[in-house]
Structures are given as C-alpha cells and as structure tokens.
C-alpha cells in the first residue's frame, strides 16, 4: 500500500475506495510480519520491558514509513505529496493511539514477598480455634434459649451443656478448605432425665477478596446434621427430638460458620495494616489476589507498600515478579514466610526516601589536629573545634542476596566540616559502603542489622584546602565510617520490621535461611496469652 493511492481514495470520498483503503490500513496496522523480532528486542524505547501490542503497532507504523514509501518520496518529495504524506502520517498516528486504548494498560502491581499456610498450620489454628468455637456455641445454642415455661411442655427441653468434640481444618487442593465439627449436646428433657445428641457440621471454606481489596473467609457449602446418641428414657424421644431441631437454627449456623475460626475476617484484615518502622515511615503488606490452594498449603501473594509521614511513596516495580518457591518436601513448620531481593531494596530505599539514613558522625579528629596534616585547613578555622562528617545519600541503596549472604550497598556523601552555627565544610567525600546484614526474627518483626563492613570506598568530590591523597583520606575518615555507619544504620532499624500477620498470632521456632535473590523464613504459628493489644513503634 502506497500513501499516493490513499491519498488517492481519500480526495476521491468514494465509498467502495475508502472502505478498501481502510481495509488495507487496518492490515499494515495489525500485520505481524512487519516487525521482525530484532527490530522489536533492540529498540531503544522497549528497552529492559517486553513489547506489548501498542509498541508493535509502533513499530509497525515506523517501518511502514520508511519502507514502504516510493523512493521519490523519500528522497525529493514536492510540497503537494509532503502535505498528503503529513496527513496520511497524522491519520495513521490517530488511528494507532485509539487502537492503543484498547490494550490494557500494563500493571505496577507486582508480589515481592508472600508465604505458604501448611497443612500443619492448618491443623495448629483448628487446634486454638477449639475453645473460640465452643464458646461461640455455648453462647449461641444455650444464652440465646427461651427461659422455661410451665404453660409450655416443649419448653421441658433444653440445652445445657455444649461440647466440641472435634475441630478440624484439612487442605483440599485447588479449592480451599475443609472444616469439620462434632458438637455433644446434653439436653434436659425432663426434670430427672437428661439424653445427648450431637450435631455435625461439614463446611467447604475459602478465602476470597472482596472489592474493597480485604481478604474474607467464604462459606460455599455448609451441611449440618442433628442425631440422638444415647437416651436414659425411650419415650417419646422422636418428639424430644423435633424440640430440640426448633431450638437449634441450623440455618444461622452455616451462615456464621466461619466465625467458629479463631481468625474471623477482622483479623484478616489486620494482615493489610500499616506497621511503623520508624517514626515516620510505615510498611504496608496488600495481597494481590485470593490465595491459592495446593497440596503444599494455602499460597498468599503480596506487595510491599512504604509510607513516608502517611503517604505512600513511588518504588520501582519489581523487574521479575516474586512467586513462592516450592518447598523441596513437607515442612512442619505452619507458616514459610519469603522475601525477595527486592523487597530489601525497597526497604532502604524507603528509608532513604525518609531522610533515615542521613546522619550526622562525630570524628576524634579536630579541626587543630587534621591542620597537622592538611596545611590549609589552619586558616579555615581560629579555635579548635571537633570535626563532624555529615553524610547524606546520593543514590538508592541496592540490596543484594546470595547463599547464605545478604549485603547492602549505601552510595552516600559526606561533608566533612566543623562548627554546628553555622556548620563549615571543607571536604565533601563520596563514600560507597558495602555491609553484610544479620537477619533474625522476634515477635513478629523481622530484626535487621549490619553484621560487618565488608567494604568502603572514598573519593574525593569537592575541597577548600585544596588537593589531598587518597589514602590520606583514607587514614584520616575511614575508621570513623567503618564505624559509625553500621552504628547509625542499626540504631534507625532497632525496632525491626514487622512481618506480615494477623492479630493475636506471633512467631516462633523460627530458621531462617538466605538464597540467591529470596530470603526464606519457616516458623511455627503461637496464640499470644492475651489479645487485643495495640502495637505501636516506641
């Protein structure tokens, strides 16, 4: 197709020859063998992001520009065919952003952490949810009865004791999950007779999320039963039987089945709080999607968010999106919570972004004392004052994982100077710090330290007192970064990180292990002894 000939159809206004040059128009839009796949890898605009279909159509458009047009055009063109090719270009730029509309725009949202609920972890929360659910029972079947009546004769029965015998969550893959409950029931049916029946519910639960973005245990099937066990009088135990079913909604049992869990959908939500790391900067874990089911346990995918002074601030997205890695066999552990790289770069990323890791390092140096050894320095100041080095930094941090090695790359710069009113600098060095990192968990909160300094660079990037050697710098200022910057990092982190969970559950029998690009952490879930508590940073 030549823009002469839809030039051409386009003055002409003919029907039949618009409606083939809009067919012939629509074939160079969305035709695939226009961009060959090297044009489409090495384009500077696609750089480091796969293509979508707008950037082909692009593409597409661009080559069809170049290749397609008659060389005359191309090469000597009159201002009669510019003009048609400018507005055949300016048709083709219109037709190509519409078209652009159509394509789903492309997602920032992106999980750099998550964590599988095991099998055993199941087992643990039917386990503490036992009594919850007994109460719950007690308080529904028993404080809700009507009090007896001596006008009523059906009244003669009533519940008076309630017993969960068994309580239990099992995993069904692909679905959700399974909760299984036999209740004994002791009913008086008579003044000095008494008979037990058990009621049986058998409940298909599931976590979904609902529009507003929190996590919600569902009930998609619920079926409850209601049966005599034994009886100390025979008679008239059919009717006994029918007093007690209208005593006992089963109906609004199956509707508030869930509630039975000790982690009803309130303290699912608490999983999305916000949790301070420092006075001012805050994290924030939000699933993604509903979980998924295997036989491995219950997979939640997350994204981390910080806030810096209650709003959130703008992180790169994760260049590979995080997904859990399988556990090699059945773990004991209840929970496996994971990290990915990038989650630690966003982390002191946000501390950056939160001026956290601006400090301000006190040297033993003295202004009269680094006179001896830079000469000018003895005009700058008349008494002697100590010499402080102010360091702010320069570039994100960049967070590293490898096996059993985590390390943390600072790009600062500090200005090194005396006096606090006002402060002089002299010296303003770049300095690049390379420390290993400690992980260990308490609580619930994940403790972040600089175990080492493995490596610090200084350059020299501005000077009052004129020249100075590296490994001067390296003599007079080194020994106070080695030190003090692993001190300042630790003393902003001390608090530690709080890990994803819910209310009332913290973490124990923790063993963390460190790979290449995650951070592994298998613990074991404990119900604190008291509830309720407001956690806040101190």
């Not at 966003?346 to 890791?357: I, Q, Y």
């Amino acid at each position: 197709m030549t823009f002469d000939k839809m030039d051409e159809g386009v003055n002409k206004m003919d029907t039949h020859t618009s409606h083939q040059a809009a067919n012939r128009l629509h074939r160079t839009l969305l035709q695939p063998a226009a961009v060959p796949l090297a044009t489409t890898v090495s384009s500077p605009s696609l750089l480091g992001t796969p293509p979508n279909r707008t950037q082909l159509w692009e593409l597409s458009l661009a080559q069809h520009s170049e290749d397609k047009l008659p060389q005359h055009l191309l090469f000597n063109p009159s201002p009669r065919q510019v003009n048609r090719q400018s507005a055949c270009m300016a048709m083709l730029r219109t037709l190509s952003v519409l078209l652009s509309l159509l394509v789903p725009a492309h997602s920032t949202r992106s999980p750099d952490c998550g964590g599988i609920l095991t099998p055993s972890g199941l087992r643990y929360l039917a386990e503490v949810s036992k009594p919850h659910a007994e109460s719950v029972l007690r308080r529904d079947l028993m404080d809700s009865a009507p009090a007896p009546s001596p006008t009523s004769p059906s009244s003669r029965n009533q519940i008076i004791s309630v017993k969960v015998d068994k309580f239990s969550l099992t995993l069904i893959p692909d679905t959700g999950m399974r909760l299984s409950i036999e209740v004994d029931l002791g009913i008086s049916s008579a003044p000095s007779s008494t008979k037990e029946m058990r009621l049986s519910i058998l409940a298909d639960l599931h976590v979904d999320m609902n529009p507003e973005g929190n996590l919600e245990v569902v009930t998609s099937d619920c079926k409850p039963t209601l049966e005599e066990v034994q009886s100390a009088e025979e008679t008239d135990s059919k009717s006994s039987s029918s007093d007690v079913d209208k005593q006992i909604n089963v109906e609004k049992i199956c509707l508030e089945v869930s509630k039975l869990l000790l982690f009803p959908n309130e303290r699912l939500m608490s999983l999305a709080a916000p949790f301070p790391i420092t006075p001012n900067c805050q994290v924030q874990y939000l699933p993604l999607a509903a979980p998924m089911y295997s036989e491995q346990g219950i997979i939640m995918s997350l994204q981390t968010t910080f806030q810096v002074a209650g709003a959130a601030i703008p992180l790169p997205v994760s260049p590979v999106p995080f997904s859990m890695p399988d556990p090699a066999r059945s773990s004991p552990s209840h929970l496996i919570l994971a990290f990915s790289e990038h989650f630690y770069t966003s982390l002191f990323s946000a501390l950056e972004e939160s001026g956290a890791l601006n400090v301000s390092l006190l040297s033993s140096l003295t202004t009269a004392t680094l006179a001896e050894r830079i000469t000018q320095m003895g005009s700058l100041f008349q008494e002697d004052l100590p010499v402080v080095l102010q360091a702010v930094t320069r570039s994100s941090p960049h967070a590293v994982l490898e096996e059993d090695k985590a390390i943390v790359q600072l790009f600062l710069t500090a200005q090194i100077g005396a006096g606090s009113s006002p402060f002089q600098s002299f010296l303003s060095v770049n300095v690049d710090v390379t420390a290993r990192l400690q992980i260990s968990v308490a609580d619930t909160r994940m403790i972040i330290s600089v175990a080492a300094v493995e490596d610090i660079e200084l350059s020299l990037a501005t000077s009052d007192v004129g020249p100075i050697l590296a490994a001067l710098l390296e003599e007079l200022f080194l020994p106070t970064l080695r030190e003090e910057v692993p001190a300042q990092i630790n003393k902003v982190l001390r608090q530690g990180v709080f890990l994803p969970h819910i209310a009332s559950f913290t973490y124990t029998d923790v063993n963390i292990t460190i790979h290449k690009d995650y951070v592994l952490i298998p613990c074991n879930l404990q119900l604190e002894a008291k509830t309720g508590e407001a956690r806040t940073w101190e």
